[in-house]
């Protein structure tokens, strides 16, 4: 077995980082001073001697080697951090995991827009309705989704992505030979044909509980944009949400009843500054997708604007692409009044978020 794989596999099954690796190959030592009785005084500079007695018992009892026979057996690739196909966007992590299982059809991460959908496994009705939708969306635009692969939210927007032909991915708190929960085994055998089940943890790994807050970096590191569909306010749909900005990625949210137990998480992103999501229509705008073109309703002037509206309209049709700030002070609006109109023009097809925190009018008005 080759001796960085065996040390990847290792330090992983210990639940160490890239970043811990990086230090220990800093300090020039070769694979199997980790291991090797004779090495721990050098390998002491990275590791504690609790960890390093892990390691060298799971080298003696051979687990490294058995761990790569049974994921050839089972058909599930090892994914290691300096493998080509590993994703890109883990590396935004400060604790980018060192080996992903990944069980599935697609063999790296698309190149195309990916978004992340979650939220509550207790859903209502109406996070039903709208997973399923979200879902939907995502396939018929060729937009990836990421989520979990639990109850609830991430299980009815895959399964609606996957019924719809689309690509989606499962970051799963288990073992990738796992299910959990077991009802949802065809569920994935869908994602496994349309996408991939990807996990950090070694096979046969159970869900504990910190396995699912700690999965759900991932979950935000490898989307552009995060969808909290219904979530409490202590949940790991928040948790994920809160990596997601700290990753610099877009939050948006499903707005809610003011009472409801299943909004309160997703009112108060709202309430922090995130991106309401009013429809399908607004938010694949703002992932850049070409809808309903507005000159086929008949254009701008055939359509109702209020005099805020049309203020927006003509400075960004004047001036082009503009941020938030400098819209704001051309209009002399407040950034809560902006947002609000700018969502009712988005709504209406007739300005689209072009990049990041700036707007711009439809091309084709």
């Keep these: 077995m080759d001796d960085r794989l065996k040390l990847m596999l290792l330090l992983n099954s210990v639940n160490t980082n890239a970043a811990a690796l990086a230090k220990f190959l800093l300090f020039g030592l070769e694979p199997r001073e980790l291991w090797r009785p004779s090495g721990a005084d050098a390998a002491k500079e990275v590791f504690s001697e609790k960890t390093l007695a892990k390691i060298r018992a799971a080298n003696d009892g051979g687990w490294a080697e058995r761990e ?16 080509e196909d590993y ?7 400060k604790d980018a995991p060192l080996v992903l ?24 009705a109406y996070g039903r309705d709208v997973s399923k939708r979200l879902g939907a969306a995502c396939a018929e635009h060729d937009i990836v989704l990421i989520s979990g692969g639990a109850w609830g939210v991430d299980g009815c927007s895959q399964g609606a992505c996957c019924e719809n032909g689309g690509e989606t991915f499962a970051v799963l708190g288990t073992g990738a030979d796992l299910v959990y929960p077991v009802t949802n085994r065809k569920l994935f055998e869908m994602i496994a044909e349309r996408g991939a089940l990807i996990s950090e943890f070694s096979l046969g790994s159970r869900g ?12 935000a590191a490898l989307s552009e944009r995060v969808v909290v ?14 990596l997601a900005l700290e990753l610099g990625r877009e939050v948006w949210a499903v707005p809610g009843q003011i009472y409801g137990v299943n909004s309160e998480g997703t009112n108060r992103l709202l309430y ?7 429809s399908e229509e607004v938010f694949l705008s703002a992932c850049g997708v070409d809808i309903a073109a507005p000159a086929e309703r008949g254009g701008v002037k055939n359509m109702e604007i209020s005099a805020e509206e049309g203020l927006i309209f003509k400075s960004l049709a004047e001036n082009g692409t503009m941020t938030i700030d400098k819209l704001s002070l ?36």
């Design 101 to 124: 299982y990944w069980r599935g059809n697609a063999k790296k991460l698309p190149n195309k827009t990916k978004i992340g959908v979650v939220g509550t496994r207790r859903m209502s």
């Design 272 to 278: 922090d500054g995130a991106y309401p999501y009013i």
């Design 87 to 93: 994703p890109r966007e883990l590396f935004d992590l």
């Design 68 to 83: 790569l026979e049974r994921a050839g057996e089972l058909g599930v690739r090892l994914l290691t951090v300096d493998d």
């Design 229 to 242: 569909v219904e979530a409490p306010l202590k949940s790991g749909s928040m948790i994920t949400a809160r």
């Design 330 to 365: 051309t209009v002399k609006m407040s950034p809560a009044d902006l947002l609000k109109n700018i969502t009712l023009l988005s709504a209406k097809g007739i300005v689209f978020m072009s990049a990041p925190g700036r707007y711009s009018v439809k091309s084709n008005l």
């Design 208 to 219: 504990e509980p910190w396995h699912f807050p700690q999965r759900n970096r991932i979950v």
